[in-house]
């Protein structure tokens, strides 16, 4: 439960990204988000939610300026966080956010 937890904020606060191409391949491919050697993938739909952990994790997200703004099953609070600029899939990058810091890579 607590490694489900710390997945569950971690994806709150990371599942964020910051310019709109990197946003949309985001939200358009997906992710995987790698926290405590734990590789999480992060799937998300075109009406504003995402699935994460099988489905153990649920939730919705929203773009505000350069952010993906979530919400999830495991923490009702809305977390945003940036994401560099100009990022696609394939690539693989590091963002902070009040959880800490987490490794996505763009599927």
Not at 16 to 41: R, W, Y
């Amino acid at each position: 439960m607590r490694r489900l937890m710390i997945a569950a904020a971690a994806l709150a606060a990371m599942a964020t990204p910051a310019l709109a191409s990197t946003l949309t391949e985001v939200t358009t491919h997906g992710i995987i988000l790698t926290v405590a050697d734990m590789d999480i993938p992060v799937t998300y739909t075109p009406d504003g939610k995402f699935t994460a952990m099988d489905g153990a994790v649920t939730g919705t997200w929203k773009i505000d300026g350069d952010k993906l703004c979530t919400t999830s099953s495991v923490d009702p609070n809305e977390t945003c966080v940036a994401y560099p600029k100009d990022k696609k899939s394939g690539d693989t990058f590091t963002v902070e956010s009040p959880a800490g810091s987490a490794q996505i890579k763009i599927r």
